[in-house]
Nanobody, 121 residues
C-alpha cells in the first residue's frame, strides 16, 4: 500500500525554524506535483506551497519569503523549510502528492497523516 509519511513537526518559539519532510512508502512509478497544506483549528485546509516535478514552485502569500519547498525526485521526497515562524503558522501540516503506481495507471492524490507545528509567542 502506498503511503506518505511526514516528519519534522514540533514546538518552536516565534522566529525559529523547522523543516518538514514527507516521503513515500510502497512501490511508486512516478510522482507528479507535491505540496504542503495546513489546517488550523476552526479553519479550512489551505495550500501552503506546491512544487511540480520540474521544480516550479508556488506559495501562499502568507509564507512567501519565509518558507521554501523543495523535492528530491530520486527519493520521492518533499521538504518544507520554515523560517521566521509566527504563532499564526500554528497548524497541522499535511503533505500531498499526485502519484502513479504503474506506467499505465491514472495518477491519483495521496495525503499524509499530518504533523503538528506549534509556534509559541
Amino acid at each position: 500500500q502506498v503511503q506518505l509519511v511526514e516528519s519534522g513537526g514540533g514546538l518552536v518559539q516565534a522566529g525559529g525554524s523547522l523543516r518538514l519532510s514527507c516521503t513515500t512508502s510502497g512501490r511508486i512509478y512516478s510522482v507528479n506535483s507535491m505540496a504542503w497544506y495546513r489546517q488550523a483549528p476552526g479553519n479550512q485546509r489551505e495550500l501552503v506551497a506546491g512544487i511540480t516535478s520540474s521544480g516550479s514552485t508556488n506559495y501562499a502569500d502568507s509564507v512567501k519569503g519565509r518558507f521554501t519547498i523543495s523535492r528530491d525526485n530520486a527519493k520521492y521526497t518533499v521538504y518544507l523549510q520554515m523560517n521566521s515562524l509566527k504563532p499564526e503558522d500554528t497548524a497541522v501540516y499535511y503533505c500531498n502528492a499526485e502519484v502513479r503506481v504503474r506506467s499505465f495507471s491514472v495518477p491519483y492524490p495521496l495525503w499524509g497523516q499530518g504533523t503538528q507545528v506549534t509556534v509559541s509567542s
